[in-house]
C-alpha cells in the first residue's frame, strides 16, 4: 500500500510560479516504490500525463510543460516535487500524484491550481 499527499496548489498569475510536492507513505520502503509522476484534468478534459520520473531519477515530460516544468524526487524524504514556472492559463487543473509499485498503481486526492489571466 502506498499513501499519498498533495500539496502547494494555489491560485497564481500567469507567469507565476507554484511547487507542487507529494508526500508518500508506505508499508515498504520508499525505494520499492517505482515511477512516480504528476497528471493533471481540466474540466470538461481527459487526465492528463505532466511528467514521470523513474526511482532512477529519469524524468519525462509532456510537450505543452517541456522547459516550464521540472519534476524531482527526494528518496530521504519520500516526497516528489513539481516545480512549475511561467505558468499559463491552460496549465490550470487538478494536479494529482500517481506512484506504482509492484505494478499497482496509487494515486493522491489532487491539489487545484489555478492560474488567472
Known amino acids: 500500500q502506498v499513501q499519498l499527499v498533495e500539496s502547494g496548489g494555489g491560485l497564481v498569475q500567469v507567469g507565476g510560479s507554484l511547487r507542487l510536492s507529494c508526500a508518500a507513505s508506505?508499508?515498504?520502503?520508499?525505494?520499492?516504490?517505482?515511477?512516480m509522476g504528476w497528471y493533471r484534468q481540466a474540466p470538461g478534459n481527459q487526465r492528463e500525463l505532466v511528467a514521470t520520473?523513474?526511482?532512477?531519477?529519469?524524468?519525462n515530460y509532456a510537450d505543452s510543460v517541456k522547459g516550464r516544468f521540472t519534476i524531482s524526487r527526494d528518496n530521504a524524504k519520500n516526497t516528489v516535487y513539481l516545480q512549475m514556472n511561467s505558468l499559463k492559463p491552460e496549465d490550470t487543473a487538478v494536479y494529482r500524484c500517481?506512484?506504482?509499485?509492484?505494478?499497482?498503481?496509487?494515486w493522491g486526492q489532487g491539489t487545484q491550481v489555478t492560474v488567472s489571466s
Open positions: 520520473i523513474t526511482s532512477s531519477g529519469t524524468a
Open positions: 500517481s506512484a506504482y509499485k509492484f505494478g499497482t498503481a496509487y
Open positions: 508506505s508499508s515498504g520502503t520508499f525505494f520499492n516504490i517505482g515511477t
